[in-house]
C-alpha cells in the first residue's frame, strides 16, 4: 500500500542554518504531496503542497520538489529562524482526500 | 481557504463522564471529516472516518462504544468519549476535504482532552 517514510528526529539548528527534511513515498498512481507544520499545542497547517511530478512547493522560505524518479519530497530550507521550531510531518493523499498518508513526523528545534 | 474549526481546544473532565468534541467546516460542506488521535511527540493515529448522513467507519483497534462519532451535517462532527478514562487523555484533531483540492487536508486546531 501507500506510504511515507520520513527522516527521524529530533533535528537542532543554529539560526540561520540550512535546513533538509528527508521524505520518501510508496505509491500507486499520481498521489499529491504535503507537508505540514504543528506547533506545540496546535493543529496541522499545511506549509506546502505539489500535486505532480516536478511541482514545486514553496511558503515562509520552504521548498520541496516533487522528485517521481527518486520518489521523495525533502523539505528544504536556506536559513532557519527560531520561529521555525516545530514539528513537521510529510504526507500523501490519493488526490481524492479519501485516502492520507502521514510521516512519523520530524521535531526541529532552532537555537539562536 | 477552506476553514476548519474544533471546540473546545481544551477540556478537563473527571474519570467516568463523556465529553463531546466538534468539529466543523465553515465555509465549506464536508461530506467527509476525519478523526485523529496523537499521543505526545508522535505522529497522528486515524481513530475513524466521519460520513454525513451515515455511521462512521472505525479503524482496527478502535472502540466504537467508546469514541461514539456523529456527522449530522454537512458542515459538523462530533466525537464523543463515552465513560473517560485516564488513558482517554490525548490530543484529537479533526479534518475534512474539499472537493478539487487535490486530496489536501484542512485541519482544526485541535482539542487537549485531560481525564483526572
Known amino acids: 500500500g501507500d506510504s511515507v517514510t520520513q527522516m527521524e528526529g529530533p533535528v537542532t539548528l543554529s539560526e540561520e542554518a540550512f535546513l533538509t527534511i528527508n521524505c520518501t513515498y510508496t505509491?500507486?498512481?499520481?498521489?499529491?504531496l504535503f507537508w505540514y507544520v504543528q506547533y506545540p499545542g496546535e493543529g496541522l497547517q499545511l506549509l506546502l503542497k505539489a500535486t505532480k511530478a516536478d511541482d514545486k512547493g514553496s511558503n515562509k522560505g520552504f521548498e520541496a520538489t516533487y522528485r517521481k524518479e527518486t520518489t521523495s519530497f525533502h523539505l528544504e530550507k536556506g536559513s532557519v529562524q527560531v520561529s521555525d521550531s516545530a514539528v513537521y510531518f510529510c504526507a500523501l493523499s490519493d488526490r481524492t482526500g479519501n485516502q492520507f498518508y502521514f510521516g512519523t513526523g520530524t521535531s526541529l528545534t532552532v537555537i539562536p | 481557504g477552506a476553514v476548519v474549526s474544533q471546540h473546545p481546544s481544551w477540556v478537563i473532565c473527571k474519570s467516568g463522564t463523556s465529553v463531546k468534541i466538534e468539529c466543523r467546516s465553515l465555509?465549506?460542506?464536508?461530506?467527509?471529516m476525519f478523526w485523529y488521535r496523537q499521543f505526545p511527540k508522535q505522529s497522528l493515529m486515524l481513530m475513524a472516518t466521519?460520513?454525513?448522513?451515515?455511521?462512521?467507519?472505525?479503524e482496527q483497534g478502535v472502540e466504537k462504544d467508546k469514541f461514539l462519532i456523529n456527522h449530522a451535517s454537512l458542515t459538523l462532527s462530533t466525537l464523543t468519549v463515552t465513560s473517560a478514562h485516564p488513558e482517554d487523555s490525548s490530543f484529537y484533531i479533526c479534518?475534512?476535504?474539499?472537493?478539487?483540492?487535490?486530496?489536501?487536508?484542512?485541519f482544526g486546531e485541535g482539542s487537549r482532552l485531560t481525564v483526572l
Open positions: 466521519s460520513n454525513e448522513g451515515s455511521k462512521a467507519t472505525y
Open positions: 479534518s475534512a476535504g474539499l472537493a478539487g483540492a487535490f486530496g489536501e487536508l484542512f
Open positions: 505509491a500507486t498512481g499520481y498521489p499529491s
Open positions: 465555509d465549506f460542506q464536508a461530506t467527509t
